[in-house]
């Protein structure tokens, strides 16, 4: 009997679920269509007049006082300002993702590059970004973080890791020394956020995992599995600056997984070293300069102020692509 009424039970609960968001998704639709036609109308008047920045503001402020005392709340000036620049940013409606929301769109109207704008509703969509975390990714430049924004439609490994990473929600203390337990504990303990920070297509498949040789016993620090690129990608964790030691350590994880571990549909394994100082004369006198399958991250364990995070990744940005122009020269 027990077992009959919980069927019951999560069958009815199923309906509820999906019924709940299909009417979430018909509202979401609804809702965008009407913000994305009063932006159309705005635009439009505001283009009849002579002086359209003086009209089109004097026009709003009325306009949002007729409104919100006939409709209520959310239709104020600033929000009609919003739905103005969403017909403006988005102007073929039939391009709009539903998959967004309102908060969503809003959020992607504060920037002002089509590709950047493009780059963060692909990875909304494809990550399940909600607002918030819309919000922390905008906040943190994710789109300038990508070493290399793909050029076509297939992904590489370059257009989806970062450089630097920024781990904030892992709550260690950036001035004091952290040693490379506690680092891998906290990644652990926040993995649904590291995953979201660290890029799309990963799953998590192992901590110090296990790799046994005819003579010796290795551990590596994390395992993961990338869905998108079919390959593994194994991080070795440097809390102290790279050294020469440091790379032939994940080179030789990286030979010993392909040959130990990799499936026969897998892709070449992929090293990731993850490294509080990276230096660079060291990386480019290293394998790293040479393989197209390791790599050397910085990471911060705090989200820094915009202008120096910009800095950071100018810095980087500049190296990689030099880098890059000495690996593609034919000597």
Wanted: proline content about 2%; overall charge negative.
């Amino acid at each position: 009997m027990e077992v009959s009424e919980d069927l019951l039970f999560q069958s009815i609960k199923e309906i509820i679920t999906q019924s709940r968001e299909k009417v979430f998704r018909i509202a979401n639709s609804t809702l965008l269509l009407t913000y994305w036609q009063i932006g159309q109308l705005i635009v439009e008047d505001e283009q009849k007049g002579k002086e359209r920045a003086e009209y089109g503001k004097y026009t709003l402020k009325n306009l949002s006082k007729k409104l919100s005392l006939e409709f209520g709340k959310g239709f104020d000036y600033t929000n009609l300002s919003n739905m103005r620049k969403f017909y403006i940013a988005f102007p073929i409606v039939d391009a709009l993702r539903q998959q967004l929301s309102w908060t969503h769109y809003r959020l992607l109207l504060n920037i002002n590059s089509a590709s950047k704008i493009d780059y963060y509703v692909e990875e909304s969509i494809q990550n399940n970004w909600s607002s918030r975390d819309l919000k922390r990714q905008i906040n943190s430049l994710a789109y300038e973080r990508v070493l290399e924004h793909k050029k076509q439609s297939t992904e590489t490994i370059q257009s989806i890791l970062k450089d630097p990473y920024v781990f904030e929600f892992l709550g260690l203390k950036p001035d004091e020394k952290i040693s490379e337990k506690e680092f891998e504990t906290g990644i652990i303990d926040h993995i649904q956020k590291f995953l979201l920070e660290f890029g799309k297509g990963f799953a998590f498949v192992a901590r110090q995992q296990h790799i046994s040789t005819d003579t010796s016993d290795f551990y590596i620090d994390l395992v993961f599995y990338n869905y998108i690129l079919k390959c593994f990608v194994i991080i070795d964790l440097k809390t102290g600056e790279l050294s020469h030691q440091d790379i032939g350590q994940i080179d030789m994880y990286v030979r010993m997984y392909d040959d130990l571990k990799r499936g026969e549909g897998d892709n070449p394994t992929i090293g990731i070293l993850l490294c509080s100082e990276k230096d660079e004369t060291i990386v480019k006198y290293s394998v790293l300069n040479d393989k197209n399958n390791l790599f050397a991250s910085k990471y911060l364990l705090y989200l820094p102020k915009e202008e120096e995070l910009k800095q950071i990744i100018d810095q980087d940005r500049i190296r990689f692509e030099l880098d890059q122009q000495d690996k593609n020269t034919d000597y």
